[in-house]
């Protein structure tokens, strides 16, 4: 399995692990012909091939619009690369602003500048914040990654039939048989939402398709690798969780992703990228509003012809 230290110099020319490379050389594909990634395979599957040709960078490039500001990260997003940072070690330094909150213009001028060097800006308590949280998260990662980690890894490989494939992949063993994906969020409070969570925001359908570069990659790791989504409440106890995905899941995935890959390379083949028909479609109630309105009409008697003398 070819591994390359990438540099401003590095052609990608052959499948292989390219460690290091800019987040803006990934979005814009560097194969030698347009490959697919697990947010273009989405697309395609769930949306269109439209939405798919539309979100890639060599189908569809889109111009720049020079008026547009890119968005700042929130504060969630802030504590979160933080918390990042210090339970792995690697990744943006922290620029602390020592101030009590945002409000002064001259620290919103300093969190700006933090920003456009490439660091994450944190005043104290939301460091603090972000240190609990890692303090929590560091000794469950360290025991998956057993002292051997990989950051920002471009994964790229070819099918049999000669198309590209690349996905980036945030944290993993240096054998590639262990994947990690830590994710701090509000959005979960128990491990059932945790579970919920991996299969509403697409995970398990990214896990399928990273699986599969890797399984290509390195075959002798098939069937003995782990993806791991490490989900910790940002708010105080900052829980953890850690969830894999059942067989179930990973059979779903292996099924979405081989559907999506047939989709683009049939797309990629003929240049046709069509969206959906126009219709029209028939909009049937959910059967949640009927149970609500059949419940309603049971008890509300004000619904029926009034008696008028």
């Known amino acids: 399995m070819k591994t390359v230290i990438w540099t401003p110099e590095t052609v990608v020319d052959e499948p292989g692990i390219y460690l290091g490379v800019p987040d803006e050389v990934y979005r814009a594909d ?3 012909e347009p490959s697919l990634n697990a947010s273009v395979a989405w697309d395609c599957l769930k949306k269109s091939l439209a939405h798919g040709a539309a979100a890639h ?24 690369s933080a918390a990042h940072r210090l339970a792995f070690g690697v990744g943006p330094e922290i620029a602390l602003i020592h101030a009590p909150n945002w409000r002064k213009k001259a620290d919103q001028e300093a969190r700006k500048a933090a920003w456009e060097a490439g660091e994450i800006p944190l005043i104290p308590k939301e460091y603090r914040r972000a240190k609990a949280m890692a303090e929590i998260a560091k000794p469950i990662l360290d025991g998956l990654l057993e002292g051997s980690l990989v950051a920002e890894a471009m994964i790229v490989w070819r099918d049999e039939d000669g198309f590209w494939f ?7 063993r240096a054998d590639a048989r262990v994947v990690i994906d830590f994710k701090t969020t ?23 398709f990273y699986r599969w570069g890797l399984d290509t990659l390195d075959p002798e790791g098939r069937g003995r690798r782990r993806f791991c989504f490490l989900y910790q409440e940002q708010e105080p106890p900052h829980m953890p969780c850690l969830i894999e995905t059942s067989e179930a899941g990973r059979t779903l995935a292996d099924e979405q992703v081989e559907g999506a890959v047939n989709l683009w390379k049939r797309a990629l083949h003929s240049g046709a990228w069509p969206g959906w028909s126009l219709g029209p479609y028939q909009a049937s109630p959910p059967p949640w509003l009927l149970s609500q309105w059949e419940a309603r009409a049971a008890y509300d008697e004000n619904l029926n012809p009034p008696v008028i003398a």
Do not use: H
């Open 30 to 32: 560097p194969c030698p």
């Open 186 to 208: 509000n959005l979960v409070s128990s491990p059932s939402e945790a579970m919920d969570l991996v299969y509403k925001s697409k995970a398990y359908f990214q896990e399928g």
């Open 166 to 172: 690349r996905g980036l992949i945030d944290r993993m």
């Open 57 to 80: 960078p060599k189908i569809a490039p889109t111009e720049p619009d020079e008026d547009d500001e890119p968005s700042s990260p929130t504060r969630a997003q802030d504590i979160g």
